[in-house]
């Protein structure tokens, strides 16, 4: 259960400054650790900084949802949120520039698959990528085995998500059953999803538990629909004399809601212009990891071709 | 003629081991009755060869050397202040046998040995005399338990021919019967049957009846008096059961029974009868969809 669960524990943060704070100090390692590798030529302004940081995040995080939504066999909601999530939580500890986010994202669905029970093979999996030869696909599936433990690491072997779909079905079931008052709960769950599958595009997750979530949909919605409901939280939900929680709830709400209208989706010129500049610097500073794809080479050699000949696939193969 | 019949089963190794030979080298190089060693070129003699038992010679030789030592170092546990003396004292005998198993400083190791026995004398002797005794009540048991092993079986031996002999005099009065007397024959045939069962029976009640033994299986003799003393009495705490509280950080979430009184279960799909073959029930799935709506909703982060 939530209560008691890691994502509890570790993964739910005060504010999104901290979780800024925490961005922001992967992108200076990764800095520092460019800079000390003592490349020639190399300024800050080879490097991306934050909000073109987010706007790739962004784009890419989008990339990921409407790969999981064109997937075939049709995949669970559950799995989806599970895989945004390991999204989110990988870069709030590692910049964009150390690891492409094109591999990643993959490499979080195909996890998020397994820990869900939601059996996919791999071939099945790489089956999706529409744009890809069978040989090229080959070679997704092997990248994605390589990165799959890294990603495991980064999330701090943390990987049992909770999300927010089926508290909204428990709140339905008890609004049915406990708050007469609302005639039908069930035209509710069209734009509660929405407002969910919106959510999950934010640090909602991060910042609030998956409950707090599930009922702020049901409460946008049912404002949006004009119906009041606040009746629920102080009879049902037993807050009439909690007035100090019932506060805290609405100020949570109410973050909430900020955070999703904040939410835009990134200029595509922006977004391609960041992209450049990405692969400038992946194709710069290969890692470690990279090196291994080209078989156990000793320490001594130097990387032969740059990485940006050897992808072979780009973005535009995913859909 | 091998040195390295190494697989040669009657081998012999000697005792200071410098090499093994198989049983015919040692008769061929012995036939003047001592010589050296070839190998390492130490005097030996014939009688020093001994059959090897480990596969390892190494180890055969270290069994040697060790009953050679412990011949000299017999002291035991009780003649000494604390256990700490006996642990060091242990320690030498070790390293006096691993010195001489690896030649290491032979030449100190054995003086220290002559320098031992010549102080301890008395109290080698000692124990020497009380390892025999030892030894001696040992095989008087042994012998003991042999014999009495033996009688039983005799005993075993004797009921069974005795019992095959009553079934041949049986046997031999039926024919005997058969021919003598008026009666007709099936008459005999089941008199003769209802002895039969009486003679079996008579057997299976010797069998039963086991001669009471005068021991236990402890070895305590029966009937001896053992003082029963009280057992210590071992005070602790009783366990009290306290239910385990967890903190949800939300509403109450209603209970399995709860679910159904409520009306929880009409929003939920009903468990089709596949479902239910397996132990599911629609209350499992709405108990956990209300637990999870509540946990953690009225918690706060940070």
């Known amino acids: ?52 940081e987010d706007a790739l995040f962004r784009h890419y995080e989008r990339r990921l949802l409407d790969f999981c939504n064109a997937f075939k066999p049709a995949m669970p909601k559950a799995v989806v949120g599970t895989a945004i999530m390991y999204f989110r939580r990988f870069y709030l500890n590692n910049s ?51 990165y799959e433990l890294l990603l495991i690491q980064q999330l701090n072997f943390h990987l049992v998500v909770h999300n927010p779909y089926r508290p909204m079905e428990g709140l339905l079931i008890d609004l049915k059953t406990r708050y007469p008052t609302l005639e039908n709960p069930e035209s509710l769950r069209k734009s509660a999803d929405d407002f969910l599958t919106q959510a999950a595009m934010t640090d909602a997750g991060l910042l609030f538990s998956p ?78 990891s990279n090196k291994r794809k080209r078989g156990y080479e000793e320490d001594g050699h130097v990387a032969k071709e740059p990485r940006l000949t050897e992808e072979d696939w780009t973005d535009e193969d995913l859909l | 003629m091998s040195r390295k019949l190494y697989l040669h089963m009657k081998l012999c190794c000697q005792c200071s081991a410098c090499c093994l030979r198989c049983e015919n080298c040692v008769e ?85 040995m002559e320098q031992y026995q010549r102080e301890n004398k008395d109290i080698i002797q000692r124990n020497k005399a009380k390892l025999t005794r030892e030894q001696e009540e040992l095989e008087e048991l042994l012998l003991l338990q042999q014999q009495s092993n033996e009688q039983r079986r005799l005993e075993v031996l004797q009921e069974e021919q005795r019992q095959l002999q009553a079934k041949r005099k049986s046997k031999q009065a039926l024919l005997d019967e058969l021919e003598q007397s008026k009666l007709p024959a099936t008459i005999l045939l089941a008199q003769h049957k209802v002895r039969a069962a009486q003679l079996e029976t008579q057997i299976e009640q010797q069998k039963q009846n086991v001669k009471p033994t005068s021991l236990f299986s402890t070895g305590i003799q029966i009937g001896q008096t053992v003082s029963l003393q009280p057992l210590p009495r071992i005070q602790e705490v009783l366990y009290q059961y306290k239910p385990l509280q967890v903190e949800t950080y939300g509403p109450p979430a209603p209970d399995l029974e709860q679910l159904s009184r409520f009306g929880y279960l009409n929003h939920v799909r009903a468990a089709m009868p596949q479902d239910t073959a397996g132990g599911y029930t629609s209350a499992l799935a709405c108990y956990r969809a209300m637990q999870d709506a509540f946990s953690g909703l009225f918690s706060v982060n940070g």
Not at chain 1, 33 to 48: I, M, N, Q, R, Y
Not at chain 1, 104 to 129: P, R, W
Not at chain 1, 237 to 249: A, F, P, R, S
Request: include cysteine.
């Open chain 1, 211 to 288: 409950s707090q979530i599930a009922l702020t949909a049901i409460l946008n919605s049912a404002s949006r629909a004009g119906l009041k409901m606040e009746s629920y939280l102080t009879e049902c939900l037993g807050l009439k004399e909690d007035k100090e929680t019932l506060m805290k709830m609405y100020d949570s709400m109410k973050r909430m809601k900020t955070l999703l209208k904040k939410y835009e989706l990134p200029k595509q010129e922006e977004v391609n212009a960041y992209k450049h500049k990405l692969e400038r610097i992946h194709a710069e500073f290969a890692t470690s």
């Open chain 2, 28 to 112: 061929m190089l012995f036939v003047r009755g001592s010589g050296n060693c070839v190998q390492c070129d130490t005097p030996l003699r014939k009688s020093n060869f001994r059959v090897q038992l480990f596969e390892d010679a190494t180890v055969d030789k270290e069994v040697e050397i060790r009953k050679k030592v412990t011949k000299i170092y017999n002291k035991r546990e009780f003649d000494f202040p604390s256990l700490r003396d006996y642990n060091d004292y242990l320690e030498q005998v070790e390293d006096i046998v691993y010195n001489l198993t690896n030649n290491i400083d032979v030449e100190n190791t054995k003086g220290r």
């Open chain 1, 96 to 146: 964009i520039m150390e690891h492409h986010p094109r591999i990643i994202m993959l490499t979080c669905a195909y996890l998020s698959c397994k820990v869900d029970e939601f059996n996919v093979s791999s071939t099945q999996f790489v089956g999706n990528l529409l744009q890809e030869s069978p040989a090229g696909q080959e070679r997704v599936v092997e990248q994605i085995l390589e």
């Open chain 1, 1 to 52: 259960m939530f209560h008691n669960s890691s994502q509890k524990k570790f993964w739910t943060f005060k504010n999104e400054d901290e979780l800024e704070q925490m961005r922001y100090m992967a992108n200076e390692k990764f800095r520092r650790k460019a800079l000390e590798s003592g490349k020639p030529g190399v300024g800050d302004f080879t490097f991306l900084d934050r909000h073109e």
